[in-house]
């Protein structure tokens, strides 16, 4: 769910930064092969979805620091089989909490944190990491 919110997240930013309105390019996608749930069930673009959490100030939802301790999980397994998940790592880059690193009592020295929980919004659902691509207009 996090790397599909991640891809979803960055191409409607995108589209947006190029002048195509975020419900367009939902549109676009879910009559498309890009359909999935983080476009047709949980948009991530405030104004976007009805009684989705990014029409709701990302109240509510699945927390980010939930998705940030799942991202930890994964990443932990996969190490300890050998096992490259290059795209969980990002995620977890983007997604990481320092905040999840002290409450999981855990010493994660390779990962690097970024912004999304450590400014603030671990409580936020995790769709909110639309803001961490686009920072533009909303359609609400």
């Known amino acids: 769910m996090a790397i599909s919110m991640l ?4 191409a409607l930013a995108l589209g947006q930064s190029l002048g195509i309105s975020a419900s367009t390019l939902t549109k676009v996608f879910n009559s498309s092969s890009a359909r999935c749930w983080s476009s047709d069930s ?3 673009v405030p104004g976007v ?12 939802g699945f927390a980010s620091k939930l998705m940030a301790k799942d991202l930890n999980l994964a990443a932990e397994s996969a190490k300890d089989i050998g096992q490259k998940c290059p795209l969980t790592s990002h995620a977890l880059e983007i997604c990481g909490s320092p905040h999840f ?3 999981f ?3 994660y020295t390779t990962i690097k944190y970024t912004e999304l929980c450590k400014d603030g919004h671990e409580t936020r ?5 639309f803001r961490h691509y686009f920072s533009g207009m909303d359609e609400l």
């Open 7 to 10: 891809g979803v997240s960055e």
């Open 42 to 44: 949980y948009n991530p």
């Open 49 to 60: 979805m009805e009684g989705a959490p990014s029409s709701r100030n990302y109240d509510g």
């Open 101 to 103: 690193q002290m409450w």
């Open 105 to 107: 009592c855990v010493e």
């Open 125 to 129: 659902d995790f769709s909110c990491v």
